[in-house]
Every structure is written in structure tokens, then in C-alpha cells.
């Protein structure tokens, strides 16, 4: 008859599943063989667990430095739009003033334009009005009488006891007075010639 082996089981395998074991349904003892190779299985395990743990960690830390390195590149493109943004609106603002400034001095050199135009329309239209008036004063008695006081004055004749010669012509009025020092004359024509000279010359400025 033969003799039967029996192995007392520790206590630490007896969380050990049933499934591993490949025995006869029939009877309830582990070979030895088997505790081996669960035991042999168990260090396996353990030492896949260890390394998917390792594994895990550098997943971790890999997925941690690529989180940190996209937020990076994210934060500096977020950077760099945010320098183009207020480059772009600079150099809009400047392109802005720039356009108000040449608009401004467009507009300035415009009016300074119709001032000049205006000054010199009104300094025309009151030279040719004078002019006007001047050549319908060559025969005017009030011009006439004007020029006899200057006569007067010239030659300190307070009294007006000098006399006054009037000669008329096409070439207008000539007046003369004298005394026994002097005498001087004032030819209406050529005095208002030379008033319209003045004038001309002052429009032309």
C-alpha cells in the first residue's frame, strides 16, 4: 500500500484562489509542486506590479512634464498674441494720428488758403473802389479845396491872404501858390496817379 504525504499549508497562502491549483476535484491536498509554482507566480506578480507601478510613475511624471510643457508653450503663445495685439494696436493709434495730423494740416493750409483769397479780394475791391473814387475826384471841388489848405499850410500862410492860381486842363487841376520866398504847385492828375501807384502797389503785396 502506499504511503500517502501530507503538507500542513501556512497560513499565508490561505488567500490563495482555488483556480490556481490544477488537482483532482475529488481530493483536497496540494502538492508541493504546485505551492511552488503559485509562490514562483506570486514573486512574478509582485515583481509586475513593481515595474506597472514604476511604469505608472513615469507615466505620471512624463504626463506631468507634458502638461507643464504645453501650459509653457501655451502661456508664451498667449505672450505673443498679446505683444501683437498691442503692436497692432500701436502702430494702429500711430497710423490713426498720423492720418488725423495730415488731415489737420490739409484742412489748415485749406482755410489759411481762403483767408489769403479773402484778404486779397477785399484789398482788390476796396483799392479798385478808391481808385474809382479818385478818378472822379480829379475835378472835385472838395479835393480841390483840400489841396488849397495844404497850399496855405505849406507856406505858413495862416491868413489864407496868398492867393491861389487854378489852372484846369485835360491833364486836370494844377494849383500854384507863392510868396516871395517860394512858390509850389499841385497838379491833381499826377497826385492822384501817384496815390493809385500806392494802392496798386499794395494789392500787389
Sequence with gaps: MDS????????????????????????SIIKKSHVR??????????????????????????????IEDKERELNEH?????ASAIHQLTLSQQQW???AEEQLNKLLDAQEKRLSEAIADARNSMASAIRNRLIKMNQSDSLIGYLSDALHAELNDVEKSLVIVKSYSDNGTTLTIENDDC??????????????SCLENISDD
Excluded at 500517502?4 to 481530493?27: G, M, N, Q, T
Excluded at 509562490?39 to 513593481?50: F, G, K, T, Y
Excluded at 498667449?78 to 498679446?82: A, F, M, R
Design 37 to 66: 509554482i503559485y509562490s514562483d507566480a506570486h514573486a512574478l506578480l509582485m515583481a509586475i506590479e513593481e515595474q506597472v507601478q514604476e511604469f505608472q510613475k513615469l507615466i505620471e511624471q512624463q504626463t506631468i512634464q507634458m
Design 183 to 196: 512858390m509850389v504847385s499841385i497838379n491833381t492828375q499826377e497826385l492822384l496817379s501817384e496815390l493809385k
Design 4 to 27: 500517502i504525504l501530507f503538507i500542513e499549508i501556512e497560513s499565508s497562502y490561505k488567500a490563495i484562489p482555488l483556480l490556481v491549483f490544477k488537482r483532482d476535484h475529488h481530493s
Design 97 to 99: 494720428f498720423e492720418k
Design 78 to 82: 498667449i505672450s505673443h498674441l498679446q
